[in-house]
Structures are given as structure tokens and as C-alpha cells.
T-cell receptor
Framework: KQEVTQIPAALSVPEGENLVLNCSFT??????LQWFRQDPGKGLTSLLL?????REQTSGRLNASLDKSSGRSTLYIAASQPGDSATYLC??????????FGAGTRLTVKP | DAGITQSPRHKVTETGTPVTLRCHQT?????MYWYRQDPGHGLRLIHY???????DKGEVSDGYSVSRSKTEDFLLTLESATSSQTSVYFC?????????FGSGTRLTVV
């Protein structure tokens, strides 16, 4: 059974700092990995999707990397802003469509 | 976003009563999913559907049933609600480019 772990559970940084969120998974036989953002009381917003054959994806200030062999993905946020404060979730999808989520990292960016 | 709407957005119900949550999509996607989100557990799959009348169980399916009589609608039913089913419920579709989620239904069972 795939297990997805996100460390740290919470992170607080000053505005302008570059930061990295970590996601690890136990089974490297994945179809893709997706990073989401969730604001309090809201649904999940997709940020980046990395297919199993890809190493990274970029969108604006966000860059996600994938290392299947080591079971790891990172989400890099450049020049963080208070508006980036949210919970970030990673989810790993298997070939059979089974999708497993990490518990998330709650990010606070202080002005 | 991708035309997913969930209803109701909030509901309070009494223990032992049946409850049905609705997920509606406008884009004809084949796969639809119901998740629940609880503190300390993250998102867990309840049931999913891979077509009209085709459904299967997820990780936490006990106490829940689903139906999909039309491509656009996926219903989640709590046959007899219990306090342990107090949660936030999310519907999702697999849009090919990744999963897209609805805004959620906050259900409280008292």
C-alpha cells in the first residue's frame, strides 16, 4: 500500500524567503504526482502535475521535482509572499488510478 | 474550475438519518471520486466511479454507498449517519491533466 509523507507538518518563514516542501512515497511505481494548495475552509487547487517520466515542472514561482527511484518530490517556492500561506498537499497516483495523499504542510509566510 | 459543483455546501443532520451528497460535473469526465478529509488523516478515498453504473470501493467505504445513473452526477449516501462521519467531503474528477476538486461539503452529524 502506497504511503505518502510530507515533512514538515508546518512551516513558518518571513516574506521573501525561498523554501522547499518535501513529499516522500513508499512505492516508486507511480503514474504521476500532483501538488495542491488548500486554503482554510476551501477545496484543493491544483498547482503542478508531474508525470512519472518527467523530472520537474515549473509554474511561475513554483517548481516541483520528482525523483521516482528515491521516492521523493519537492515543491520549491521562490520569493515567498504572505498570499502563499496555505496548506500544500502532494498526491501520488498509481497506474490503477489509486491516488494517495500526504497529510500536508501548513505554510505561513509572515509579512 | 472544470465545472464541478457539490451540494449542499453545509449540512447538519442527526445520528441515524440518511444523507445524500451530490456532485455534478459539466465536462463528461469518466472518472469521479468521493473523498473525506479529517484532521490527522488527510484525504481518504470513499468510493469512485469509472462510468455510469460502474463504481468501486475505496479505502474507507464502510457506511457509505454511491450511485451514478448519469455521467454528470455522482451521489454519495450515508445510509444511517453516525458522528464518526462528521467530516468535509470532496468530490473530484480525473480530467486527464490531473485531479480537479469541488469546493467540498461540510457535514456535521449530531
Amino acid at each position: 500500500k502506497q504511503e505518502v509523507t510530507q515533512i514538515p507538518a508546518a512551516l513558518s518563514v518571513p516574506e521573501g524567503e525561498n523554501l522547499v516542501l518535501n513529499c516522500s512515497f513508499t512505492d516508486s511505481a507511480i503514474y504521476n504526482l500532483q501538488w495542491f494548495r488548500q486554503d482554510p475552509g476551501k477545496g484543493l487547487t491544483s498547482l503542478l502535475l508531474i508525470q512519472s517520466s518527467q523530472r520537474e515542472q515549473t509554474s511561475g514561482r513554483l517548481n516541483a521535482s520528482l525523483d521516482k527511484s528515491s521516492g521523493r518530490s519537492t515543491l520549491y517556492i521562490a520569493a515567498s509572499q504572505p498570499g502563499d500561506s496555505a496548506t500544500y498537499l502532494c498526491a501520488v497516483r498509481a497506474e490503477n488510478n489509486d491516488m494517495r495523499f500526504g497529510a500536508g504542510t501548513r505554510l505561513t509566510v509572515k509579512p | 474550475d472544470a465545472g464541478i459543483t457539490q451540494s449542499p455546501r453545509h449540512k447538519v443532520t442527526e445520528t441515524g438519518t440518511p444523507v445524500t451528497l451530490r456532485c455534478h460535473q459539466t465536462e463528461n469526465h469518466r472518472y469521479m471520486y468521493w473523498y473525506r478529509q479529517d484532521p490527522g488523516h488527510g484525504l481518504r478515498l470513499i468510493h469512485y466511479s469509472y462510468g455510469v453504473k460502474d463504481t468501486d470501493k475505496g479505502e474507507v467505504s464502510d457506511g457509505y454507498s454511491v450511485s451514478r445513473s448519469k455521467t454528470e452526477d455522482f451521489l454519495l449516501t450515508l445510509e444511517s449517519a453516525t458522528s464518526s462521519q462528521t467530516s468535509v467531503y470532496f468530490c473530484a474528477i480525473n480530467a486527464g491533466s490531473g485531479y480537479t476538486f469541488g469546493s467540498g461539503t461540510r457535514l456535521t452529524v449530531v
